[in-house]
């Protein structure tokens, strides 16, 4: 039977702006869920039309204050996806420890319809997660692996060329 483990808790300081007043503060919506739901905060008389093919940024209301070492990622829900084809078009949309400006949320509609964006509308998810801050270092060459360069689709494969590279023109991957 698995160990039931508890999960991290962080705090991080939001500001309600006026527009976003009175919509509830993002949640999970259940016990292991990852994200919280972002709400839309836009005007309660006149939803955002999307119509197909176009995008819109939604505002949510709110300012974030992450702890140094921590980002915020803006993702798809996966109902709205799925029902609407609207998505986050820059998914996912990173927010830095130090941006202090509104969570906005670039919304596309790929379906076939028009998509009203209603105030207080589940939109996106934020994700908030701990990140190493790096500092590249070059160097002549890197060690090997049993994947090497393969890049899109090559995880699980054996390395060799495939008949579409050849054909197409395009660099054959070899092993080493």
Known sequence: MAKSTKTARVAVRVKVLPHGEGLPLP???????????LVAAV???MPVEIPPGKRVLIPTGLSLELPLGMEAQVRPRSGLAM???VTVLNSPGT?????????QVLLVNLGEEKFSVRRGERIAQLVVSAHAQVRLEPVAGLSQTRRGAGGFGSTGKAARPSGR?????????TSR
């Open 83 to 85: 029902k609407h084809g």
């Open 165 to 173: 590279a050849k054909k197409k023109g395009l660099p054959v991957r």
């Open 95 to 103: 927010i830095d420890s130090d941006y202090r400006g509104e969570v």
């Open 43 to 45: 005007d309660a008389v």
């Open 27 to 37: 949640e999970a919506q259940s016990e292991g869920a990852a994200g919280l739901d």
